[in-house]
């Protein structure tokens, strides 16, 4: 049954609302009662409500990750005066990880939520873009703010940017090494979170905010991600003396493969490869082997990113399968299940090549953030419809996303000889305008209603 509440303070103060006993970063339960392992997954079987009730932690609200969704969720909450647990699997923020390019769609939220100036001092605006042919010939050159003057665009550090995003929220609101293993909704509409680790803990309200491999969309019925073809090799040269390289995103394109690079702050470029492969292929950690498939892929391309690739320290290189899902009308499960919504890549994980996926990410936890505050502040709605109707609001947003961006990327990955020719030398130079490319970072959303 929905649940609605008159006010934040008399959500926040209801007998389920228990302060925190949070120790560091760590949950402790040492009251949670451990039963058998019956099999391998779920971890723990389920206690039954009447079982052991106070062994089980009560919480309000739970996020599910503290990546860029989860963290921008609970930030935006917070500014609106309501308290959430974060509970993420890794034992600290995510500190590997190299850069994402973040356009004004992207930066509006991080400015709504209060980080926005203070990342811009670190990070350099990047002018516009330079398109070359593998050979290193330019076929073409873009200006941002020709196109549109409120356009901006910068590239971060992942680990600045969740950094900056934790830095915002109470101390004990993240619980490290809290790693969902298993959830089962009770008769009350309250959701029973299983941690691998064997803890518990009862959530009036789950927002899953765990990304591509979601347990909690595989919990709610959605497919797993579907590999499209293309794996891409990332990485953050670095320049102690200073890089080199003019403020704009260079994009190198060849047949079944192109790269980028874009300069992140005076110090450090990040670059990218996208390469065709019929499977996602073997997990591969080990740094050298990474760097030597990069570099063998571009052997013969312009220097200026075999450099960067050189100056790259190992522990930043990774491979990733690419995989988006489409989210069918009809067939496919709608975004939220009574009380436990998804955010960010967990519910609509697409491709990179629209540079999309973060700033949607942030675009969905400010419009969640902000229906959930209004139907617990205003009790007009039942939290289950704000879910409803942030999934109708969003829907119309991150569908067509990504499917242009699964588009323009199989365009991309083309490696037919003639039809790149013609790419290279018609489609880029001649027929390509830049401000259709730009037209999906417009995104409005009313001021925040403040704490
Ligand atoms: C190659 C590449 C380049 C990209 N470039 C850009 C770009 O330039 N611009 C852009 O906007 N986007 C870009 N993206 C997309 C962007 O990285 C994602 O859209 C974004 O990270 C999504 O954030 P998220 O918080 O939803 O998920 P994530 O960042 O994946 O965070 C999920 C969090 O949940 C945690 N978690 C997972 N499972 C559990 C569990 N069971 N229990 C507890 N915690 C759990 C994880 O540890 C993680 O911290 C790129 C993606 C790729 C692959």
């Given at each position: 049954?929905?649940?609605?509440?008159?006010?934040?303070?008399?959500?926040l103060?209801?007998?389920?609302?228990?302060?925190?006993?949070?120790?560091?970063?760590?949950?402790?339960?040492?009251?949670?009662?451990?039963?058998?392992i019956?099999?391998?997954?779920?971890?723990?079987?389920?206690?039954?409500?009447?079982?052991?009730?106070?062994?089980?932690?009560?919480?309000?609200?739970?996020?599910?990750?503290?990546?860029?969704?989860?963290?921008?969720?609970?930030?935006?909450?917070?500014?609106?005066?309501?308290?959430?647990?974060?509970?993420?699997?890794?034992?600290?923020?995510?500190t590997?990880?190299?850069?994402?390019?973040?356009?004004?769609?992207?930066?509006?939220?991080?400015?709504?939520?209060?980080?926005?100036?203070?990342?811009?001092?670190?990070f350099?605006?990047?002018?516009?873009?330079?398109?070359?042919?593998?050979?290193?010939?330019?076929?073409?050159?873009?200006?941002?703010?020709?196109?549109?003057?409120?356009?901006e665009?910068?590239?971060?550090?992942?680990?600045?940017?969740?950094?900056?995003?934790?830095?915002?929220?109470?101390?004990?609101?993240?619980?490290?090494?809290?790693k969902?293993?298993?959830?089962?909704?009770?008769?009350?509409?309250?959701?029973?979170?299983?941690?691998?680790?064997?803890?518990?803990?009862?959530?009036?309200?789950?927002?899953?905010?765990?990304?591509?491999?979601?347990?909690?969309?595989?919990?709610?019925?959605?497919?797993?991600?579907?590999?499209?073809?293309?794996?891409?090799?990332?990485?953050?040269?670095?320049?102690?003396?200073g890089?080199?390289?003019?403020?704009?995103?260079n994009?190198i394109?060849?047949?079944?493969?192109?790269?980028?690079?874009?300069?992140?702050?005076?110090?450090?470029v990040?670059?990218?490869?996208?390469y065709?492969?019929?499977?996602?292929?073997?997990?591969?950690?080990?740094?050298?082997?990474?760097?030597?498939?990069?570099?063998?892929?571009?052997?013969?391309?312009?220097?200026?990113l075999?450099?960067?690739?050189?100056?790259?320290?190992?522990?930043?290189?990774?491979?990733?399968?690419?995989?988006?899902?489409?989210?069918?009308?009809?067939?496919?499960?709608?975004?939220?299940?009574?009380?436990?919504v998804?955010?960010?890549?967990?519910?609509?994980?697409?491709?990179?090549?629209?540079?999309?996926?973060?700033c949607?990410?942030?675009?969905?936890?400010?419009?969640?953030?902000k229906?959930?505050?209004?139907a617990?502040?205003?009790?007009?709605?039942?939290?289950?419809?704000?879910?409803?109707s942030?999934?109708?609001?969003?829907w119309?947003?991150?569908?067509?996303?990504?499917?242009?961006?699964?588009?323009?990327g199989?365009?991309?990955?083309?490696?037919?000889?003639?039809?790149?020719a013609?790419?290279?030398?018609?489609?880029?130079?001649?027929?390509?305008?830049?401000?259709?490319?730009?037209?999906?970072t417009?995104?409005?959303f009313?001021?925040?209603?403040?704490?």
């Amino acid at each position: 049954m929905a649940f609605i509440c008159k006010s934040p303070h008399q959500f926040l103060r209801s007998p389920l609302f228990i302060p925190s006993s949070y120790q560091g970063n760590r949950i402790h339960f040492p009251s949670i009662k451990r039963v058998q392992i019956t099999n391998s997954f779920p971890v723990i079987k389920a206690l039954k409500p009447d079982d052991d009730d106070n062994a089980v932690k009560k919480e309000d609200i739970v996020i599910i990750g503290a990546g860029i969704a989860g963290l921008a969720t609970a930030v935006s909450l917070e500014k609106m005066g309501i308290k959430c647990k974060v509970l993420e699997q890794a034992d600290s923020l995510r500190t590997g990880g190299t850069s994402l390019t973040l356009f004004k769609n992207g930066w509006s939220v991080l400015d709504a939520i209060g980080v926005g100036t203070e990342l811009r001092s670190q990070f350099l605006e990047i002018q516009g873009m330079v398109i070359k042919s593998e050979d290193g010939k330019e076929l073409r050159s873009f200006n941002f703010k020709d196109v549109d003057a409120s356009q901006e665009v910068r590239a971060v550090e992942r680990r600045i940017l969740l950094e900056s995003l934790a830095n915002q929220l109470p101390q004990d609101a993240i619980s490290f090494s809290s790693k969902l293993a298993n959830m089962e909704k009770k008769q009350d509409g309250n959701t029973i979170l299983k941690l691998e680790d064997g803890n518990q803990l009862s959530a009036k309200v789950v927002i899953a905010c765990d990304g591509i491999r979601s347990p909690v969309a595989k919990w709610m019925g959605f497919p797993d991600a579907k590999y499209v073809g293309y794996c891409a090799f990332r990485g953050l040269g670095v320049f102690p003396n200073g890089q080199p390289f003019q403020q704009r995103v260079n994009y190198i394109y060849g047949k079944g493969i192109r790269a980028g690079f874009v300069p992140v702050s005076s110090t450090k470029v990040y670059w990218f490869i996208c390469y065709n492969s019929s499977s996602p292929g073997p997990k591969i950690t080990d740094p050298a082997v990474l760097r030597q498939q990069t570099k063998e892929l571009v052997r013969d391309w312009p220097s200026d990113l075999l450099n960067i690739i050189d100056a790259t320290p190992d522990d930043t290189i990774i491979k990733t399968p690419l995989v988006d899902r489409w989210l069918w009308p009809v067939v496919t499960p709608p975004a939220s299940n009574g009380n436990v919504v998804l955010v960010g890549d967990a519910w609509h994980p697409m491709t990179p090549n629209l540079g999309q996926g973060a700033c949607c990410a942030l675009e969905d936890s400010i419009v969640l953030s902000k229906k959930l505050a209004e139907a617990l502040q205003s009790g007009t709605m039942s939290i289950e419809d704000a879910f409803k109707s942030y999934q109708d609001e969003r829907w119309g947003r991150v569908f067509p996303l990504t499917i242009r961006a699964n588009a323009v990327g199989t365009l991309l990955q083309l490696d037919n000889p003639l039809v790149c020719a013609a790419r290279n030398n018609i489609v880029i130079p001649k027929l390509v305008r830049l401000g259709p490319m730009l037209e999906h970072t417009n995104f409005e959303f009313e001021p925040f209603l403040s704490k």
